[in-house]
T-cell receptor
Framework: NAGVTQTPKFQVLKTGQSMTLQCAQDMNHNSMYWYRQDPGMGLRLIYYSASEGTTDKGEVPNGYNVSRLNKREFSLRLESAAPSQTSVYFC??????????????FGPGTRLTVL | RKEVEQDPGPFNVPEGATVAFNCTYSNSASQSFFWYRQDCRKEPKLLMSVYSSGNEDGRFTAQLNRASQYISLLIRDSKLSDSATYLCVVLPYSGAGSYQLTFGKGTKLSVIP
């Protein structure tokens, strides 16, 4: 099993450009998540999808949109990138809601720079 | 008050040493607690969940003190391979809100030969 995969690994955008970050998991998990990680900050939740067909805002959703394409795939879109969105983006998944018995698995991350 | 607070370190310890990290959380109703490990430029990985009675996994021991709202991680006989950033993670809500983990900023550990 590949676990959680993300594409691309690296990306450089100019201010105002758009892009979609792709995430897929092969563990048959119901719940998927998008986080961003900035220096000096903990991981912050952008959006999550509790199950196929549902999405909800996390702590920092502004400037982002998501699509839960099917059970495997959860994409994150930046419609008009801004320098403040320079960050490392992690996708994650859990079998069900988070608990002591449901580990959250992370993808390898996408390093995004917005100039 | 920040929701999850950790000493950022760095903690520089010699091989074989014992090192302890503490973490405090602000929401007294928090449900679940975890320690994650993150290597440089890599994704976080679950190290261990933290149970009310305390739990041990080899050289690693986690404790939870609900009254004082803090979590600890003890690493005995440190190895070079333990060098990483350790993230304290709390699940503050139950029920419909139990998808939103709160991450501390992490404590960096360097184990020196």
């Amino acid at each position: 099993n590949a676990g959680v995969t993300q594409t691309p690994k690296f990306q450089v955008l100019k201010t105002g450009q758009s892009m979609t970050l792709q995430c897929a998991q092969d563990m048959n998990h119901n719940s998927m998540y998008w986080y961003r990680q900035d220096p000096g900050m903990g991981l912050r939740l952008i959006y999550y999808s509790a199950s196929e067909g549902t999405t909800d805002k996390g702590e920092v959703p502004n400037g982002y949109n998501v699509s839960r394409l099917n059970k495997r795939e959860f994409s994150l879109r930046l419609e008009s990138a801004a320098p403040s969105q320079t960050s490392v983006y992690f996708c994650a998944s859990t079998a069900e809601r988070v608990s002591s018995y449901n580990e959250q698995f992370f993808g390898p991350g996408t390093r995004l720079t917005v100039l | 008050r920040k929701e999850v607070e950790q000493d950022p370190g760095p903690f520089n310890v010699p091989e074989g040493a014992t090192v302890a990290f503490n973490c405090t959380y602000s929401n007294s109703a928090s449900q679940s607690f975890f320690w994650y490990r993150q290597d440089c430029r890599k994704e976080p990985k679950l190290l261990m969940s933290v149970y009310s009675s305390g739990n041990e996994d080899g050289r690693f021991t986690a404790q939870l003190n609900r009254a004082s709202q803090y979590i600890s991680l003890l690493i005995r006989d440190s190895k070079l391979s333990d060098s990483a950033t350790y993230l304290c993670v709390v699940l503050p809500y139950s029920g419909a809100g139990s998808y939103q983990l709160t991450f501390g900023k992490g404590t960096k550990l360097s184990v020196i030969p």
